[in-house]
């Protein structure tokens, strides 16, 4: 199963271009789902994950931040909505969403989405999410993981398959708020990269990242739970993508983070159905 998280920087930007460069990296990779961060849905309509996944096959969910105002300031546009999707290569038979806790200062709806699959043999526990990002919130950052992992063990029983958790964290590896999640049996899938892939998804290589003199990091990542029977849900390999310009465009602030799940003896990815809601 080949696992997607990105942040898609939502409305900033040259977005209609980065648009189409986002679908043909996505296009390129040919993923069974994808955890979606920062997807803009317009109030005439449009929805940013609704159009990937019609143009990829795919079925999606949706779920939008009670709290976009302070986003819609920074582009001057009150009709656009924020939030996180889910594209899946199989339906999704069950969602639901997390409001993370912040204090008034800094909440501005972040939120995390969970939405189970129905994939060949065993139904996938499948989450993303998107944390904090003011530099020195690392406490409120800890705050967030923990109500992440209490709707992680909420949502988590009745399959084989471990829960798969993605997103950004605006945090780095050896930050408490990611090690928290470790603690909670969540494993980070990019111990299983290969020796010297690159690794930073917040590159200042990429012209949409400020150069405020400090190196790059990488804030992104899929984490899983411990495998399953006869290995189901082990980590295969893990890559960054959307790492450089498609057709003279970058797709985003942010690279992706690709990972390969094992999903059991005689499985394989399902075609594409017909998208959902």
């Avoid at 679908?23 to 993923?31: G, I, N």
């Avoid at 989450?127 to 993981?145: D, G, I, K």
């Avoid at 909420?154 to 798969?164: E, I, K, L, Q, S």
């Avoid at 942010?254 to 394989?268: F, K, P």
């Amino acid at each position: 199963m080949r696992v997607v998280t990105w942040n898609l920087w939502w409305r900033f930007g040259p977005w209609e271009e980065r648009q189409k460069a986002i679908l043909a990296v996505l296009r390129e990779l040919r993923p069974d789902v994808v955890g979606l961060q920062e997807v803009w849905a317009a109030d005439d309509g449009g929805n940013l994950a609704e159009w990937l996944a019609g143009e990829l096959g795919l079925h999606w969910a949706w779920a939008a931040s009670e709290a976009p105002e302070r986003w819609q300031r920074r582009i001057g546009d009150g009709t656009v909505g924020i939030g996180n999707a889910v594209l899946s290569r199989w339906p999704v038979v069950e969602r639901a969403a997390l409001r993370l806790p912040a204090p008034g200062e800094l909440d501005d709806g972040r939120l995390a989405l969970y939405a189970r699959l129905d994939a060949p043999g065993h139904r996938v526990p499948f989450f993303t999410t998107h944390l904090t990002s003011a530099p020195h919130a690392s406490a409120v950052r800890r705050r967030q993981v923990a109500a992440l992992a209490e709707f992680v063990a909420a949502h988590r029983r009745g399959t084989g398959f471990p829960p798969v958790v993605t997103g950004d964290f605006n945090a780095p590896p050896d930050s408490d708020e990611v090690r928290l999640l470790g603690a909670e049996r969540l494993s980070d899938a990019w111990g299983h990269a290969g020796p010297g892939v690159p690794s930073v998804t917040w590159d200042r290589a990429n012209p949409y990242v400020s150069d405020n003199g400090e190196p790059g990091a990488r804030i992104d990542y899929v984490h899983v739970g411990p495998p399953g029977p006869g290995g189901l849900g082990r980590v295969r390999a893990v890559r960054r993508a959307g790492d450089g310009p498609v057709d003279g465009v970058w797709p985003s602030d942010h690279a992706a983070v690709v990972a390969d799940l094992d999903m059991g003896r005689g499985a394989v990815s399902a075609a594409p159905g017909r998208p959902g809601s």
